[in-house]
T-cell receptor, first 114, second 113 residues
Framework: AQKVTQAQTEISVVEKEDVTLDCVYETRDTTYYLFWYKQPPSGELVFLIRRNSFDEQNEISGRYSWNFQKSTSSFNFTITASQVVDSAVYFCALSEIGDDKIIFGKGTRLHILP | DARVTQTPRHKVTEMGQEVTMRCQPILGHNTVFWYRQTMMQGLELLAYFRNRAPLDDSGMPKDRFSAEMPDATLATLKIQPSEPRDSAVYFC???????????FGPGTRLTVL
């Protein structure tokens, strides 16, 4: 069965600090996608990234970076030099390649304090 | 800029009333999903369609919920009769087949009194 665990329910950091959001997943499939979505206070869900299970290279996009480690079934998300606008709920998600369904974690609520 | 649209954005109704939520997927997308988000349960998949055919509605309470796609540009989620425990934000998302990427609408915030 597929499962996504985001153990951190809520995190608060002061602006400009780095913060890492943890994501651990379970799947019996060898081919799958991993995602991160952001849900700001306005409520919409914003796609951030998709990685497939064949590619363990870390990804960097501006202040955002993602660390994918198959050995520990983790796909962690780091925000460098956090800003107040990064305050949101962040969801990690998983889907098996070829399956339309995405399984979401419970989310981590991130507060960036000025 | 193609987007998924949902109407209404907010709905307040009384217990027992029928509620219909509508979604217009991105043109050309073949899969449509309905999710419910609550504080307690997070994001739950209620139902999804591929090429307008329902593929999985196991997440939906069958006795009161129904989901349909009358045509490729419209998906509906209906609750009849509504109950207070249905209060949640309902999201629609669409995607292209095999892309595994879903684009979400802004959601419908439903409050059942």
């Amino acid at each position: 069965a597929q499962k996504v665990t985001q153990a951190q329910t809520e995190i608060s950091v002061v602006e400009k600090e780095d913060v890492t959001l943890d994501c651990v997943y379970e799947t019996r499939d060898t081919t799958y996608y991993l995602f991160w979505y952001k849900q700001p206070p306005s409520g919409e869900l914003v796609f951030l990234i998709r990685r497939n299970s064949f590619d363990e290279q870390n990804e960097i996009s501006g202040r955002y970076s993602w660390n994918f480690q198959k050995s520990t079934s983790s796909f962690n998300f780091t925000i460098t030099a956090s800003q107040v606008v990064d305050s949101a709920v962040y969801f990690c998600a998983l889907s098996e390649i070829g399956d339309d369904k995405i399984i979401f974690g419970k989310g981590t609520r991130l507060h960036i304090l000025p | 800029d193609a987007r998924v649209t949902q109407t209404p954005r907010h709905k307040v109704t009384e217990m027992g009333q029928e509620v219909t939520m509508r979604c217009q997927p991105i043109l050309g997308h073949n899969t449509v999903f309905w999710y419910r988000q609550t504080m307690m349960q997070g994001l739950e998949l209620l139902a999804y369609f591929r090429n307008r055919a329902p593929l999985d509605d196991s997440g939906m309470p069958k006795d009161r919920f129904s989901a349909e796609m009358p045509d490729a540009t419209l998906a509906t989620l209906k609750i009849q009769p509504s109950e207070p425990r249905d209060s949640a934000v309902y999201f629609c998302a669409s995607g292209a087949i095999r892309s595994d990427e879903q684009f979400f609408g802004p959601g419908t915030r439903l409050t059942v009194l």
